[in-house]
């Protein structure tokens, strides 16, 4: 509904699904089924989730999701797509919000079953406050891994040769 706001060429604002009122109420929600459509809104709400974590996703919003990864439609998610959004997400003050909403859905089960460290919440937490990095803090919850594994998962996702390095 936020990103539906828009302003009209006399300066008027048009908010035709009341993405004002989801401001003052901290709230990120759908406007249509169509949604569901597209499984790269998932990835893109975990990352406004994070961006901006003082808000919550609407209850109908997470019932899509879950829809959305039980009906196999977030299997067709584009590889760049997946590590474009996570980079965006881990640049946040808060990029553990990103992790936490796509494992609410089971979607993690799909994109990055048992990968990222166990305690990826409080990692990010402390790194927040010392690198703005996003391969750093990639690097970070990916660390204890073997190689062969960091190595897999970054050919999956096309991670960069830099972000790789980190992380092994």
Request: glycine share 2%; charged share 25%.
């Amino acid at each position: 509904t936020i990103n539906a706001i828009a302003e009209d060429k006399n300066s008027k604002i048009v908010d035709p699904y009341h993405g004002q009122q989801d401001i003052k109420d901290k709230t990120l929600r759908h406007v249509s089924g169509a949604f569901i459509e597209d499984p790269v809104r998932l990835l893109r709400l975990a990352r406004f989730a994070a961006r901006f974590a003082d808000f919550s996703i609407h209850k109908d919003t997470q019932k899509l999701i879950i829809k959305m990864v039980q009906s196999g439609e977030s299997d067709n998610l584009v590889a760049e797509r997946v590590w474009s959004e996570m980079v965006k997400a881990l640049q946040s003050d808060a990029p553990w919000v990103f992790f936490d909403v796509i494992k609410s859905c089971g979607a993690n089960k799909i994109l990055w079953p048992d990968f990222f460290a166990e305690n990826y919440t409080a990692i990010l937490a402390r790194l927040v406050k010392v690198s703005s990095c996003p391969h750093t803090r990639f690097a970070a919850i990916v660390a204890g891994h073997a190689k062969s594994e960091i190595l897999n998962f970054a050919n999956k996702y096309r991670i960069p040769k830099d972000a790789l390095s980190l992380a092994l």
